[in-house]
Structures are given as C-alpha cells and as structure tokens.
C-alpha cells in the first residue's frame, strides 16, 4: 500500500456555536479514488474546503507526503498541489476553455519584465490545454467557443481537466456528476478513472452510491461532524453497511 499523499488528523472547526468537524481525519493514497460520504449536514463540504483552503482549521493537522503544511487559502492548496472542483464547477462562461484553465495563472513573457508588464502567451495557452483535453479523451464542439454555449457534461469535463492541468498530488471533486444526465455523467466518470490511473489521490464527494461501488477504493463514511467509518472496496455485498452508517442505523 502506497504512502498517504494527503493526510487529515484531528480536524476540528467552529462556526459560532456550530461545531461542524469534530476530530476527522482520514488519509488519500496516489493511484486510488477515496468516497467522501454522509447526510448533508455531516460535514463533509467543511472539511473538503479546509483541505482546499477555503477555511482554516480550528484544531487539527494537514500533512502532504508526510510534512505538516499550513494552507490557510485557495492559493496555499495549489500550491500544495490540491486541486478542487466545486459543484458549482467555478467556470467563466464568456471565456474559452483554455482562458479558462489559466485563468488567475496565465503564461506570459518575457520573464524578465514585471508580470504587468508581459504579454499573454495565448498560442502557448491554447497549444497546452488543447492537449489536456485531446489526452482526456474530451469532445467539445469548438475549442475556442465560450463555455456558455456548451453542454453541462462539457463544462463538467472542463473543470475536471482543469484540475487535471495543475493538480500535482490530490483531485477533491464535489458531485460532479449532480444534475447530468447518464450519458454526461459517464464520460465525466471516465475522467475520474484517467485521473487515478495517472497516479493522483481522487477524493470524490457523492451520494451516488452506484458511482462509489463502480469507482472507489476506500471509502469514509461521516455523520454529524465525526467520522463514524470507514470501508476497503465498496461493492454490492457492504453497500448496506455504508448505507447505514449514513442514516445513523445499528
């Protein structure tokens, strides 16, 4: 079993008198999909933007590849290498794909001008985004046509292979497949699938169990800020007992 690249201990965050982590914590391995299950309520979004530096933790320990890290902001997880897609995916819809991708990253030369001062490095930009999304096997109708005009599944796919570009260790995805229909909802699994295979840690938010028995590894059951459980291999035989750690059952 391969080293934990991400490693939670002892997660603790308030707000106010809600104390939504009470003590989680849980580990991510390269090369595996780890489920993130629980009710809503069960602090699973908290902790997924603690990890991605949206909040800071109250109490508890982040450690990457085994070194304590302080990521106390969005930037700080990338640097990280933590790469997150939300459900409400974060795209621009009046830009393309790969404006897109590098936006708030953009390339630009020559380096030795100030940053303010440099030109984009459009062609550059375009060259290495359309490679992303050939090698994620992607279909889009044009590359350079604003993503407000391209279907739900394809703007799921764009965000993933967002993440895809930039994401060194771990791929947090937040039910990406909410809201698409069967056939989207495949080729966005399919990507989930290339992205373990390249070796990243994929933690996958669902309620789909389906999907958690098709994909995951491992899987961590939460419920009312404590982590209540956990299983090696989700399949058909143990996805009641997933279920019932859920809903709070004996």
Known sequence: MSKPVLEVRGAHKRFGAVHALKGVGFVAR????LALLGDNGAGKSTLIKCVSGVHGLDEG?????????????????????????????????????????????????????????????????????AAVIDRLKVKLPKFDAQVALMSGGQRQAIAVARAAVFAR?????DEPTAALGLRE???????????????????????????????????????????????EKPNRS?????????????
């Open 185 to 231: 909802s495949r080729k966005v699994l399919n990507l989930i699938v290339q992205l373990r295979d390249e070796g990243n840690a994929v933690i996958l938010i669902t309620h789909n169990m389906e999907h958690v028995v098709e994909l995951a590894d491992r899987a961590v059951v939460l419920r009312q800020g404590h982590k209540v459980g956990e299983i």
């Open 169 to 173: 260790k771990v791929v947090i995805l």
């Open 30 to 33: 390269r090369g595996e999909v």
């Open 61 to 129: 320990d982040i450690l990457i590849e085994g070194e304590k890290v302080a990521i106390r902001t969005p930037a700080a997880a990338r640097s990280a290498g933590i790469e997150t897609v939300y459900q409400d995916l974060a795209l621009f819809d009046n830009l393309t794909p790969a404006e897109n991708f590098y936006c708030g990253r953009e390339l630009s030369f020559p380096r030795w001008l100030p940053r303010g001062l440099r030109l984009l490095a459009s062609r550059k930009m375009n060259h290495e985004a």
């Open 238 to 250: 143990n996805q009641q007992d997933l279920v019932a750690m859920i809903v709070g059952a004996e």
